[in-house]
T-cell receptor, first 116, second 110 residues
Framework: ETGVTQSPTHLIKTRGQQVTLRCSSQ?????VSWYQQALGQGPQFIFQ???????GRGNFPPRFSGLQFPNYSSELNVNALELDDSALYLC???????????????FGPGTRLTVL | GQNIDQPTEMTATEGAIVQINCTYQ??????LFWYQQHAGEAPTFLSY????GLEEKGRFSSFLSRSKGYSYLLLKELQMKDSASYLC???????????FGAGTTVTVRA
């Protein structure tokens, strides 16, 4: 059973550019959530995808968008990057049958995005 | 909305016990989670409480009082590897997102 994976590990962009981050959910999980974690802070919920549909969104502007694919992997897209978008972006997967009593979320290693 | 508070930092000695408190005010409640996060790494699940009381899991225990909006994580027999940030997170009634506190950085000293 493979865990949650994310790519790339690190990324450097400049203001105004666009970025796509990728996440593969843990085997058997059908739900993917994205979080932004600024340095010294807890993760902030961006949105969640369940069976290819957005299933809830946090307080992030529309330039943050996402997709989920039939294999439950997911992308996070951020347009018109701003300096404050510099953060660790975490993907977490959950859901599935039988194994997850508490429906806890399992986090990937994250993508460290730096906007210059 | 959600408001989750936990201390910023705590320091303890190897072999000792540390208790990390978390208070929350949420618009709905469907469980409280504790995660451990080492610097530069992803959060890893430690414990879950949805009913009042104590859940024990080896050296780690977590307590919940829903009426008080209060939880704590108890770390016993501290080891150097327990130096990390500990995140308290609440799941709202819609069951689709976790709201995290800012995390408590625990430093274990020899």
């Amino acid at each position: 059973e493979t865990g949650v994976t994310q790519s790339p590990t690190h990324l450097i962009k400049t203001r105004g550019q666009q970025v796509t981050l990728r996440c593969s959910s843990q085997s058997g999980h059908n739900t993917v959530s994205w979080y932004q974690q600024a340095l010294g802070q807890g993760p902030q919920f961006i949105f969640q995808y369940y069976r290819e549909e957005e299933n809830g969104r946090g307080n992030f502007p529309p330039r943050f968008s996402g997709l989920q694919f039939p294999n439950y992997s997911s992308e996070l897209n951020v347009n018109a990057l701003e300096l404050d978008d510099s953060a660790l972006y975490l993907c977490a997967s959950s859901g599935g049958q039988g194994t997850f009593v508490h429906n806890e979320q399992f986090f990937g290693p994250g993508t460290r995005l730096t906007v210059l | 909305g959600q408001n989750i508070d936990q201390p910023t930092e705590m320091t303890a000695t190897e072999g000792a016990i540390v208790q990390i408190n978390c208070t929350y005010q949420t618009s709905g409640f469907n469980g409280l989670f504790w995660y451990q996060q080492h610097a530069g790494e992803a959060p890893t699940f430690l414990s879950y409480n949805v009913l009042d009381g104590l859940e024990e899991k080896g050296r780690f225990s977590s307590f919940l009082s829903r009426s008080k909006g209060y939880s704590y994580l108890l770390l016993k027999e501290l080891q150097m590897k327990d130096s990390a940030s500990y995140l308290c997170a609440v799941r709202g009634s819609n069951d689709y997102k976790l709201s995290f506190g800012a995390g408590t950085t625990v430093t274990v000293r020899a």
